[in-house]
């Protein structure tokens, strides 16, 4: 069964940083894309980032690129999403999905809840 | 990297049909048949209904299917089942290895 697990969400004040984890298991991590994809309070989904399963091709918003790194370590089945520069208009429940069953994006997290406020 | 357009809600009696509209550009819907369709229950995450515009994975109810035309691509829920009630979602390829999702309807059994 795949499962996909989020980490490191919490309150950081505005400019701030925050390094986001997701650990996934129940299928062969590092042939996969991973996504990221958030859901600001009562709003609708907002793709934000994927990136290979080699780790060597990353895609971003426009909202985010500049601000956002996708990285990987497959030994760990962990995706990580580093946010800089973080604003008031980030802040936002952060879920992290993969690719799989011919959907570019399949199964999801539960999502860890990012707060930007002072 | 606009979002899809989306009504803002749909409603349905049970056993009726509906129908969401996912309408985007040639440069996404129109270009690609790369359109996938989520359901989210409130407080849940999204869970993937419909794929490359029309597949069903495996486990989803053969109740939902999905088409395109042009640059606009929909969803139809046949047989409204209470449980149908929820949030839905259109996601497509929108070019230069991106997506973008669409603005979310909201489906009320009557």
């Known amino acids: 069964e795949v499962q996909v697990v989020e980490t490191g969400g919490g309150l950081v004040q505005p400019g701030g940083s925050l390094r986001l984890s997701c650990e996934a298991s129940?299928?062969?991590?590092?042939?996969?894309?991973m996504h990221w994809v958030r859901q600001a309070p009562g709003k609708g989904l907002v793709w934000l980032s994927r990136?290979?399963?080699?780790?060597?091709?990353?895609s971003y918003a426009d909202s985010v690129r500049g601000r956002f790194t996708i990285s990987r370590d497959n030994a760990k089945n962990t995706v990580y999403l580093q946010m800089n520069s973080l604003g008031v208009e980030d802040t936002a429940l952060y879920y992290c999905?993969?690719?799989?069953?011919?959907?570019?994006?399949?199964?999801w997290g539960q999502g860890t809840l990012v707060t930007v406020s002072s | 990297q606009s979002a899809l357009t989306q009504p803002a809600s749909v409603s349905g009696s049970p056993g009726q049909s509906i129908t969401i509209s996912c309408t985007g550009t040639?440069?996404?819907?129109?270009?690609?048949?790369?359109v996938s369709w989520y359901q989210q229950h409130p407080g849940e995450a999204p869970k993937l209904l419909i794929y490359?515009?029309?597949k069903r994975p495996s486990g989803v109810s053969t109740r939902f299917s999905g088409s395109k035309s042009g640059n606009t691509a929909s969803l139809t829920i046949s047989g409204l089942q209470a449980e149908d009630e929820a949030d839905y979602y259109c996601?497509?390829?929108?070019?230069?290895?991106?997506?973008?999702f669409g603005t979310g309807t909201k489906v009320t059994v009557l």
């Open positions: 999905a993969t690719e799989g069953r011919g959907a570019p994006i399949d199964s």
């Open positions: 490359e515009g029309s």
């Open positions: 129940g299928f062969t991590f590092s042939t996969f894309w």
């Open positions: 990136i290979s399963g080699g780790g060597s091709t990353t």
């Open positions: 996601c497509s390829f929108a070019g230069s290895s991106s997506y973008v």
């Open positions: 040639s440069s996404d819907v129109g270009s690609y048949n790369l």
